[in-house]
């Protein structure tokens, strides 16, 4: 952060949480705009997919992938958006009831756009990537006995989500080791749980129900299929 | 039927007699049955609406998936929820949802048996688009106006509550014995109003993405505004109001038939 930045941000903050007249509306919503998080000037987009719609077939449709990606996923990008504006005007206003009453749309909104990203993300098309010999594969097994002990505890916990929700294989920064994990709905794991996310698999039906209808077990088992392993080690690297 | 005829048989000598009457007894046990009860209507019935594929797949597969899953823990006895009574689905609903704290197998009970209870009454709830009934001619529609003001304002609540339920879930219309009122509820999972004291369900539907994802894919107002203006069976919610106020607790209760048992 620049000096100009450390110096204006505290002044533009307690400027913009004046309730009273003291600021102009539009200078106190250009504020809160400068001062929200998101990026390009207060607005998330929908981030392209690293392949064709086409590409993760036949586990997963390109009918699948579209109404995903542009319908579901974008979804929760504009909704995020709106909430993060709400909230903008809350926090300007100083409004905390309000603040507080935006919970459940930025957890909601919020984690969809965050799962979805990483999703689109560990996923590649089938027979393009394969696990290595490496820390991903040291960290699996020293975890969970085995590759493959690992793929059917996974399967099993993530198939056996009530409803809608999420599968993931998360690193642990405080032990070191990876867990699996699930998620109600579109609760976001690491910040839940504090588990960095390695490995995520949806299972809304809405991931699976062109392609398997209620079958979500075929789902599950064949998605490993698509997996892109070398996202996963990326993203592990990173973590440690 | 099944016990009658073994009784029939037990007859002569003692050993034999006592083995058979403890094989009569685990043989009621194991025909605890909740039914996978049929469509009101062909799959067909309800278009454009719920098209075939959907309610095919959603009363042939999910619903009675549930059915048979229910039925499956029930019988292999994990569960220790008083088989030796006549247990109506709702009761095992309501007890297995009070054990839920303490064992995963009633957590697993729960889930089923209320998600075969909701399925059967939101079937229920629907009718062939264009059947003539009016809720503003039922006792039902008067209390909608006593409790919301207008339909509209019923309206409004309930396709709210159906919008807005994040991820899988339930709207409900249930009418609150303890203040007399109708109110709009909604519910997660395979949650339900049986579990909430007082609270008796008059109309539901179903806002899991399988009720709707063929037919309209991420689009669920678009679903929610059809089953409310085109499908919903008034017939069904009155009935379920009638007895609700008569103290019975409506909502297609049904006790588990001695034949059955």
């Known amino acids: 952060m620049s000096a100009t930045t450390k110096l204006l941000n505290p002044a533009l903050r307690a400027a913009a949480n004046l309730r009273s007249s003291a600021l102009p509306k539009d200078v106190s919503k250009t504020a809160a705009a400068y001062l929200s998080a998101a990026p390009s000037g207060g607005a998330h987009t929908l981030p392209d997919l690293p392949y064709d719609y086409n590409a993760l077939?036949?586990?997963?449709?390109?009918?699948?992938?579209?109404?995903?990606h542009t319908k579901h996923h974008n979804t929760y990008v504009t909704n995020l958006n709106v909430a993060l504006e709400k909230l903008d005007a809350a926090v300007s206003a100083g409004d905390v009831s309000g603040i507080i009453g935006l919970e459940g749309a930025l957890k909601f909104n919020g984690g969809g756009h965050l799962n979805h990203s990483l999703f689109w993300e560990n996923l590649a098309?089938?027979?393009?990537?394969?696990?290595?010999?490496?820390?991903l594969k040291a960290a699996i097994t020293e975890?969970?006995?085995?590759?493959?002990?690992?793929?059917?505890?996974?399967?099993?916990?993530?198939?056996?989500?009530?409803?809608?929700?999420?599968?993931?294989?998360?690193?642990n920064p405080k032990t070191g080791r990876l867990e699996i994990a699930t998620r109600a709905n579109q609760d976001p794991l690491q910040a839940t749980t504090g588990l960095v996310p390695l490995l995520g698999i949806d299972v809304w039906e809405h991931a699976y129900y062109v392609d398997y209808r209620n079958v979500r077990p075929d789902y599950v088992n064949a998605v490993w299929d698509v997996v892109n392993w070398d996202v996963v080690e990326q993203r592990l690297a990173a973590a440690k | 039927m099944h016990s009658t005829m073994a009784r029939h048989q037990c007859s002569y000598h003692l050993l034999p007699t006592?083995?058979?009457?403890?094989?009569?007894?685990?043989?009621?046990?194991?025909?605890?049955?909740?039914?996978?009860?049929?469509?009101?209507?062909?799959?067909?019935?309800?278009?454009?609406?719920?098209?075939?594929?959907t309610l095919e797949v959603h009363h042939g597969k999910h619903y009675k998936k549930y059915v048979d899953t229910t039925n499956s823990i029930l019988g292999d006895g994990s569960v220790g929820i008083g088989t030796k009574k006549k247990k109506s689905l709702e009761d095992i609903i309501r007890e297995?949802?009070?054990?839920?704290?303490?064992?995963?197998?009633?957590?697993?009970?729960?889930?089923?048996?209320?998600?075969?209870?909701?399925?059967a009454f939101y079937f229920k709830c629907m009718r062939p688009p264009g059947s003539s009934d009016a809720v503003t001619a039922t006792t039902v529609g008067a209390a909608i106006k006593r409790s919301f003001g207008t339909y509209q304002s019923f309206r409004d609540s309930f396709v709210k509550a159906a919008n807005t339920a994040f991820g899988s879930g339930w709207a409900w219309l249930v009418y609150d014995t303890a203040?007399?009122?109708?109110?709009?509820?909604?519910t997660i999972g395979a949650d339900n109003p049986l579990t909430t004291a007082g609270h008796?369900?008059?109309?539901?539907?179903?806002?899991?993405?399988?009720?709707?994802?063929?037919?309209?894919?991420?689009?669920?107002?678009?679903?929610v505004d059809a089953f409310v203006d085109k499908l919903i069976n008034w017939?069904?919610?009155?009935?379920?109001?009638?007895?609700?106020?008569?103290g019975e607790g409506g909502g297609g209760s049904k006790k588990l038939a001695d034949e059955e048992l």
């Open chain 2, 235 to 246: 017939e069904f919610v009155e009935q379920n109001f009638v007895t609700a106020v008569g």
């Open chain 1, 57 to 68: 077939e036949p586990v997963i449709s390109a009918e699948t992938m579209t109404l995903h």
């Open chain 2, 18 to 53: 006592v083995a058979c009457l403890i094989g009569v007894f685990v043989t009621a046990l194991a025909d605890i049955h909740v039914p996978h009860e049929p469509l009101p209507y062909a799959t067909t019935a309800l278009e454009p609406h719920i098209n075939h594929p």
């Open chain 2, 96 to 119: 297995s949802a009070r054990q839920q704290q303490k064992s995963s197998s009633s957590t697993a009970l729960f889930n089923n048996a209320a998600q075969a209870w909701n399925h």
């Open chain 1, 143 to 171: 975890s969970f006995g085995g590759f493959e002990d690992m793929k059917k505890e996974m399967s099993a916990t993530t198939i056996a989500v009530q409803g809608s929700g999420w599968g993931w294989l998360g690193y």
């Open chain 2, 179 to 186: 203040t007399d009122a109708l109110l709009v509820t909604k």
């Open chain 2, 200 to 223: 008796v369900p008059l109309l539901t539907i179903d806002v899991w993405e399988h009720a709707y994802y063929l037919d309209y894919q991420n689009m669920r107002a678009t679903y």
């Open chain 1, 125 to 135: 098309s089938k027979g393009s990537s394969e696990i290595k010999d490496g820390a």
